[in-house]
């Protein structure tokens, strides 16, 4: 641990100190739109959206590659493909006449072909497995202002409309019945998802952004039923998370992504395993 805190001090090694920063912002968009996402029970749209996302980055990389331009990247891929897969999911899901698991199966494999094809066409060699399992150490001063940007719109969203998105989460009908547009407010949802899952692949990766998502907002409602302390407890162990997973894998050059996603999954197994067994004592 003195090894971590005097490289996070050391002022000529900043990847260490972007990492950390990164990952106590990112919290802020984990833990709102994670709540929303366990609340209204989308963790399988959400995974479909991020698996999709590898399509727009290789596409990204192929268009930047061929026209140098800096319109072209993988991150303004990945949103764009993250976004139209969350409009063609949210417009399935509400009026489409196809199953729904169906087209978001679909949606998954699609995603993930495509860009595999792209990248495989890309002149030069491009490493897969630094989208596919992110690397939050090669986090840059413009990803945290990205970061930053996406808490703040995420915040200001959250604020606003706080009890609409509450009640299309926990009761459809009796938002409907209140004259809530609940097809707007749920695509919405979907929009803030995907914007989130983009941030989420720089730290974390494509095929683990899922459990960061959802994990510690499972264990906050375990904790507690109440949407905005889920919010607040959720924001807080990603901080937690985050911060321990980075320490941890920098003492033992373990890869930072999926420590952080082990840690994750240990406290929430151990929070379900205490909820489980104060019950069974409230029944005996």
């Not at 063609?88 to 949606?107: C, K, L, M, S």
């Not at 609409?164 to 998802?193: H, K, M, P, W």
Request: aromatic share 12%; net charge positive.
């Amino acid at each position: 641990m003195s090894d971590f805190l005097t490289t996070m001090f050391d002022p000529s090694i900043s990847f260490l100190k972007y990492a950390l920063i990164a990952g106590l912002l990112s919290s802020f968009a984990f833990g709102i739109v994670g709540t929303y996402v366990v609340s209204r029970r989308i963790s399988y749209i959400a995974g479909a959206i991020s698996h999709s996302v590898l399509g727009g980055i290789g596409i990204g990389l192929y268009l930047q590659v061929h026209y140098n331009s800096a319109w072209f990247n993988p991150m303004t891929g990945a949103f764009a493909s993250a976004m139209v897969s969350a409009l063609i999911i949210g417009y399935v899901t509400r009026h489409g006449n196809q199953r729904e698991d169906t087209v978001i199966g679909a949606i998954w494999a699609i995603g993930m072909a495509v860009g595999l094809l792209f990248i495989a066409r890309t002149p030069g060699y491009i490493d897969p497995m630094s989208y596919l399992f992110g690397n939050i150490l090669m986090i840059t001063q413009t990803d945290l202002w990205l970061i930053a940007g996406l808490d703040a719109v995420i915040v200001i969203i959250a604020i606003l409309f706080y009890n609409t998105l509450q009640a299309i989460s926990f009761d459809e009908e009796f938002a409907y019945l209140r004259g809530i547009n609940v097809n707007f407010f749920f695509l919405l949802l979907l929009c803030l998802t995907a914007m989130t899952i983009v941030v989420l692949v720089r730290i974390v990766g494509i095929v683990m952004v899922i459990a960061l998502l959802t994990l510690p907002a499972g264990t906050a409602g375990i904790l507690t039923k109440k949407l905005s302390q889920m919010m607040i407890i959720a924001i807080l162990l990603c901080m937690v998370y985050t911060t321990i997973g980075l320490s941890f894998s920098y003492i033992n050059d373990f890869p930072t992504g999926p420590t952080i996603i082990l840690i994750s999954g240990i406290f929430y197994i151990l929070a379900v395993a205490v909820s489980s067994w104060r019950k069974k004592g409230k029944q005996f």
